[in-house]
Protein backbone atom coordinates (compact mmCIF):
# COMPACT_ATOMS: atom_id res chain seq x y z
CA UNK A 1 0.00 0.00 0.00
CA UNK A 2 1.50 3.50 -0.95
CA UNK A 3 2.53 5.48 1.97
CA UNK A 4 0.61 8.82 2.33
CA UNK A 5 2.66 12.19 2.37
CA UNK A 6 1.41 12.12 6.27
CA UNK A 7 2.48 9.00 6.90
CA UNK A 8 6.37 9.58 4.75
CA UNK A 9 7.01 12.72 6.82
CA UNK A 10 5.62 10.81 10.48
CA UNK A 11 8.45 8.34 9.39
CA UNK A 12 10.91 10.85 8.62
CA UNK A 13 10.30 12.94 11.37
CA UNK A 14 10.82 9.92 13.65
CA UNK A 15 13.79 9.33 11.56
CA UNK A 16 15.22 12.45 12.54
CA UNK A 17 14.88 11.25 16.64
CA UNK A 18 15.01 14.83 17.64
CA UNK A 19 14.72 14.00 21.36
CA UNK A 20 18.26 13.34 20.75
CA UNK A 21 19.15 16.97 20.31
CA UNK A 22 18.75 17.40 24.19
CA UNK A 23 22.25 15.94 24.71
CA UNK A 24 23.89 17.61 21.41
CA UNK A 25 22.27 21.28 22.82
CA UNK A 26 23.21 19.95 26.37
CA UNK A 27 26.88 20.03 24.50
CA UNK A 28 26.82 23.53 22.59
CA UNK A 29 24.96 24.96 25.91
CA UNK A 30 28.00 24.53 28.33
CA UNK A 31 30.46 25.73 25.59
CA UNK A 32 28.04 28.97 25.35
CA UNK A 33 27.99 28.66 29.32
CA UNK A 34 31.89 29.11 29.74
CA UNK A 35 31.80 32.01 26.58
CA UNK A 36 29.03 33.23 28.53
CA UNK A 37 31.41 33.68 32.29
CA UNK A 38 34.45 34.76 30.00
CA UNK A 39 33.46 38.02 28.11
CA UNK A 40 29.15 37.44 27.18
CA UNK A 41 28.18 35.87 23.85
CA UNK A 42 27.54 36.78 20.13
CA UNK A 43 24.24 35.57 19.50
CA UNK A 44 24.17 35.06 16.32
CA UNK A 45 27.51 32.84 16.52
CA UNK A 46 25.43 31.12 19.51
CA UNK A 47 22.26 30.40 16.54
CA UNK A 48 24.72 29.23 14.01
CA UNK A 49 26.39 26.56 16.61
CA UNK A 50 22.70 25.29 17.78
CA UNK A 51 21.76 24.74 13.63
CA UNK A 52 24.82 23.24 13.03
CA UNK A 53 24.77 20.57 15.77
CA UNK A 54 21.13 19.83 15.15
CA UNK A 55 21.85 19.42 11.26
CA UNK A 56 25.08 17.03 12.59
CA UNK A 57 23.08 15.17 14.82
CA UNK A 58 20.17 14.35 12.89
CA UNK A 59 22.73 13.03 10.24
CA UNK A 60 24.46 11.14 12.65
CA UNK A 61 21.16 9.27 13.26
CA UNK A 62 20.29 9.25 9.86
CA UNK A 63 23.50 7.58 9.06
CA UNK A 64 22.61 5.00 12.17
CA UNK A 65 19.63 3.81 11.03
CA UNK A 66 21.01 3.56 7.48
CA UNK A 67 24.03 1.81 8.73
CA UNK A 68 23.12 -0.46 11.40
CA UNK A 69 20.64 -2.14 8.78
CA UNK A 70 23.01 -2.75 6.11
CA UNK A 71 25.93 -4.16 8.71
CA UNK A 72 22.73 -6.23 10.58
CA UNK A 73 22.79 -4.60 14.16
CA UNK A 74 18.95 -3.08 13.16
CA UNK A 75 18.04 -6.69 12.39
CA UNK A 76 14.89 -8.65 14.11
CA UNK A 77 16.77 -9.83 17.10
CA UNK A 78 17.08 -6.65 18.04
CA UNK A 79 14.78 -5.43 20.60
CA UNK A 80 15.45 -1.39 21.07
CA UNK A 81 12.96 0.93 19.11
CA UNK A 82 12.32 0.38 15.45
CA UNK A 83 14.27 1.64 12.58
CA UNK A 84 13.38 3.12 9.73
CA UNK A 85 15.60 1.54 6.88
CA UNK A 86 15.12 -2.17 8.79
CA UNK A 87 11.61 -2.02 9.38
CA UNK A 88 10.83 -0.72 5.60
CA UNK A 89 8.97 2.81 6.50
CA UNK A 90 11.98 4.51 3.92
CA UNK A 91 14.54 2.55 1.93
CA UNK A 92 18.13 2.80 1.64
CA UNK A 93 18.40 4.73 -1.10
CA UNK A 94 15.89 7.49 0.18
CA UNK A 95 17.87 7.19 3.34
CA UNK A 96 21.01 7.80 1.44
CA UNK A 97 19.85 10.84 -0.20
CA UNK A 98 18.54 11.70 3.11
CA UNK A 99 22.22 11.88 4.71
CA UNK A 100 23.24 13.63 1.62
CA UNK A 101 21.16 16.44 2.37
CA UNK A 102 21.93 16.48 5.78
CA UNK A 103 25.75 16.39 5.17
CA UNK A 104 25.56 19.50 2.98
CA UNK A 105 22.70 21.61 5.65
CA UNK A 106 25.75 20.73 7.99
CA UNK A 107 28.57 22.15 5.74
CA UNK A 108 26.73 24.87 4.70
CA UNK A 109 25.73 26.03 8.12
CA UNK A 110 29.28 25.36 9.46
CA UNK A 111 31.01 27.73 6.51
CA UNK A 112 28.09 30.07 7.62
CA UNK A 113 29.17 29.68 11.13
CA UNK A 114 33.06 30.22 10.30
CA UNK A 115 31.99 33.42 8.55
CA UNK A 116 30.74 35.15 11.14
CA UNK A 117 33.24 34.32 13.64
CA UNK A 118 36.35 35.12 11.34
CA UNK A 119 36.54 38.58 12.54
CA UNK A 120 36.39 36.89 16.06
CA UNK A 121 38.97 33.70 15.33
CA UNK A 122 41.28 35.08 12.09
CA UNK A 123 42.01 32.49 9.21
CA UNK A 124 44.37 30.20 11.01
CA UNK A 125 42.18 29.20 13.45
CA UNK A 126 39.31 29.16 10.53
CA UNK A 127 40.62 26.41 8.69
CA UNK A 128 41.31 24.39 12.07
CA UNK A 129 37.81 24.40 12.66
CA UNK A 130 36.78 24.00 9.07
CA UNK A 131 39.15 20.38 9.50
CA UNK A 132 37.29 19.70 12.34
CA UNK A 133 34.05 20.40 11.00
CA UNK A 134 34.39 18.07 8.34
CA UNK A 135 35.77 15.67 10.56
CA UNK A 136 32.92 15.98 12.66
CA UNK A 137 30.50 15.23 9.67
CA UNK A 138 33.18 12.18 8.59
CA UNK A 139 32.70 10.81 11.62
CA UNK A 140 29.12 11.06 11.66
CA UNK A 141 29.12 8.75 8.93
CA UNK A 142 31.46 7.01 9.57
CA UNK A 143 30.58 5.46 12.96
CA UNK A 144 28.15 2.65 11.17
CA UNK A 145 29.10 2.91 7.09
CA UNK A 146 31.81 1.86 5.13
CA UNK A 147 33.51 -1.74 4.94
CA UNK A 148 35.00 -0.93 8.48
CA UNK A 149 32.88 1.12 10.66
CA UNK A 150 34.16 2.55 13.87
CA UNK A 151 31.67 2.08 15.73
CA UNK A 152 31.60 -1.70 15.33
CA UNK A 153 35.25 -1.63 17.28
CA UNK A 154 34.63 -0.46 19.94
CA UNK A 155 35.81 3.11 19.09
CA UNK A 156 32.39 5.01 19.83
CA UNK A 157 32.79 5.95 23.14
CA UNK A 158 36.54 7.62 22.11
CA UNK A 159 34.88 9.25 19.32
CA UNK A 160 31.69 10.71 21.25
CA UNK A 161 33.96 12.00 23.98
CA UNK A 162 36.20 14.04 21.69
CA UNK A 163 32.92 15.55 19.46
CA UNK A 164 30.59 15.93 21.89
CA UNK A 165 33.22 16.74 24.63
CA UNK A 166 35.94 18.27 23.85
CA UNK A 167 34.80 19.91 20.28
CA UNK A 168 31.74 20.48 21.15
CA UNK A 169 32.29 22.37 24.41
CA UNK A 170 35.88 24.02 23.74
CA UNK A 171 35.24 24.35 19.84
CA UNK A 172 31.68 26.53 21.09
CA UNK A 173 33.41 28.62 23.50
CA UNK A 174 36.48 29.12 21.04
CA UNK A 175 33.93 30.65 18.34
CA UNK A 176 32.55 33.12 20.77
CA UNK A 177 36.14 34.19 22.19
CA UNK A 178 39.17 33.53 19.80
CA UNK A 179 40.63 31.97 22.67
CA UNK A 180 41.13 28.77 24.31
CA UNK A 181 39.24 29.02 27.25
CA UNK A 182 41.42 26.52 29.98
CA UNK A 183 38.99 26.09 32.68
CA UNK A 184 36.43 25.12 29.75
CA UNK A 185 38.18 21.85 30.03
CA UNK A 186 36.40 20.85 32.68
CA UNK A 187 32.63 20.94 30.99
CA UNK A 188 33.69 19.49 28.45
CA UNK A 189 35.27 16.52 30.27
CA UNK A 190 32.09 16.72 31.89
CA UNK A 191 29.69 16.63 28.96
CA UNK A 192 31.78 14.47 26.91
CA UNK A 193 31.56 11.99 29.56
CA UNK A 194 27.67 12.48 30.43
CA UNK A 195 27.50 11.82 26.40
CA UNK A 196 29.41 8.28 26.53
CA UNK A 197 27.04 7.56 29.03
CA UNK A 198 24.40 7.67 26.73
CA UNK A 199 26.05 5.56 23.84
CA UNK A 200 26.77 3.06 26.70
CA UNK A 201 23.19 2.74 27.70
CA UNK A 202 22.10 2.68 24.19
CA UNK A 203 25.15 -0.39 24.00
CA UNK A 204 24.30 -2.07 26.88
CA UNK A 205 20.36 -2.32 25.91
CA UNK A 206 21.49 -3.91 22.47
CA UNK A 207 24.35 -6.47 23.28
CA UNK A 208 22.79 -9.74 22.58
CA UNK A 209 21.55 -8.30 18.91
CA UNK A 210 25.00 -5.95 18.44
CA UNK A 211 27.10 -9.41 19.30
CA UNK A 212 25.24 -11.39 16.67
CA UNK A 213 25.69 -8.96 14.02
CA UNK A 214 29.30 -8.54 14.99
CA UNK A 215 29.64 -4.98 16.87
CA UNK A 216 31.82 -5.04 19.04
CA UNK A 217 30.88 -2.36 21.42
CA UNK A 218 32.05 -2.13 24.56
CA UNK A 219 29.66 -4.18 26.71
CA UNK A 220 30.26 -6.79 23.77
CA UNK A 221 33.74 -6.40 24.50
CA UNK A 222 33.77 -6.58 28.29
CA UNK A 223 30.24 -7.92 29.46
CA UNK A 224 27.20 -6.12 31.15
CA UNK A 225 27.93 -6.64 34.07
CA UNK A 226 31.63 -4.65 33.47
CA UNK A 227 29.60 -2.28 31.32
CA UNK A 228 27.68 -1.38 34.18
CA UNK A 229 31.22 -0.53 36.49
CA UNK A 230 31.91 1.36 33.41
CA UNK A 231 28.94 3.12 33.29
CA UNK A 232 29.22 4.57 36.87
CA UNK A 233 32.49 6.02 36.55
CA UNK A 234 31.89 7.27 33.54
CA UNK A 235 29.01 9.30 34.76
CA UNK A 236 30.38 10.01 38.51
CA UNK A 237 33.87 10.84 37.12
CA UNK A 238 31.48 13.60 34.47
CA UNK A 239 29.35 14.72 37.35
CA UNK A 240 32.71 15.52 39.48
CA UNK A 241 34.43 17.80 36.90
CA UNK A 242 31.19 19.56 36.25
CA UNK A 243 30.77 20.29 40.43
CA UNK A 244 35.09 21.10 40.44
CA UNK A 245 33.84 23.43 37.39
CA UNK A 246 31.34 25.47 39.16
CA UNK A 247 33.53 25.29 42.04
CA UNK A 248 36.65 27.06 39.95
CA UNK A 249 34.09 29.57 38.70
CA UNK A 250 32.98 30.54 42.28
CA UNK A 251 29.60 29.50 41.12
CA UNK A 252 26.49 28.57 43.97
CA UNK A 253 26.97 24.60 43.46
CA UNK A 254 23.86 23.50 45.68
CA UNK A 255 21.35 24.29 42.87
CA UNK A 256 23.50 21.38 41.07
CA UNK A 257 21.57 19.14 43.86
CA UNK A 258 18.63 18.24 41.84
CA UNK A 259 20.47 17.25 38.34
CA UNK A 260 22.77 15.47 40.63
CA UNK A 261 19.96 13.50 42.43
CA UNK A 262 18.72 12.56 38.54
CA UNK A 263 21.88 10.99 38.12
CA UNK A 264 21.82 9.13 41.16
CA UNK A 265 18.37 7.45 40.41
CA UNK A 266 19.55 6.99 36.73
CA UNK A 267 22.74 4.89 38.42
CA UNK A 268 20.57 3.13 40.63
CA UNK A 269 17.72 2.03 37.74
CA UNK A 270 21.28 0.86 35.55
CA UNK A 271 22.36 -1.51 38.10
CA UNK A 272 19.02 -2.95 38.63
CA UNK A 273 18.36 -3.09 34.80
CA UNK A 274 18.18 -7.00 32.94
CA UNK A 275 16.19 -6.64 30.03
CA UNK A 276 16.41 -4.22 26.77
CA UNK A 277 12.87 -2.94 28.26
CA UNK A 278 15.12 -2.10 32.01
CA UNK A 279 17.70 -0.10 29.88
CA UNK A 280 15.72 1.87 27.17
CA UNK A 281 14.05 4.27 29.05
CA UNK A 282 17.42 5.48 30.86
CA UNK A 283 18.53 7.00 27.35
CA UNK A 284 15.75 9.24 27.61
CA UNK A 285 16.32 10.03 31.42
CA UNK A 286 20.43 10.30 30.92
CA UNK A 287 19.92 12.85 28.02
CA UNK A 288 17.49 14.72 30.08
CA UNK A 289 19.68 14.63 32.90
CA UNK A 290 22.46 15.60 30.99
CA UNK A 291 19.88 18.49 29.62
CA UNK A 292 19.14 19.55 33.64
CA UNK A 293 22.95 19.92 33.94
CA UNK A 294 23.27 22.70 31.77
CA UNK A 295 20.00 24.34 32.38
CA UNK A 296 20.76 24.60 35.73
CA UNK A 297 24.05 25.83 35.43
CA UNK A 298 22.41 28.93 33.15
CA UNK A 299 20.34 29.65 35.90
CA UNK A 300 23.21 29.68 38.18
CA UNK A 301 25.21 31.98 36.21
CA UNK A 302 22.89 33.64 35.81
CA UNK A 303 21.32 34.08 39.12
CA UNK A 304 25.29 35.48 39.82
CA UNK A 305 26.12 37.76 37.38
Not at 10 to 28: D, M, P, V
Not at 118 to 123: A, E, H, K, S, T
Request: a positive charge.
Amino acid sequence: MPQTNVTKFANWWSAFRFRTLFLSFSCIGAGLIEAWLTQGLDYLISLLTLLTALFLQVLSNLANDYGDSIHGADGKQRKGPARAVSSGAISASAMKKGMIVCALLAFVSGLALLYVSLPVIGMSALLLMLALGISGIAAAILYTNGKRPYGYTGLGDISVFLFFGLVAVQGTAFLQSGTWLHDGIYLAIAFGLLSVGVLNVNNMRDIHSDAQAGKKSIPVRIGLNLARIYHFGVVLIGLLNGLYYAQIKGLNSYFLLLPFALFAIHLFKIFKAETESDFDPQLKVLSLSTFALMLCLIVIVYLQA
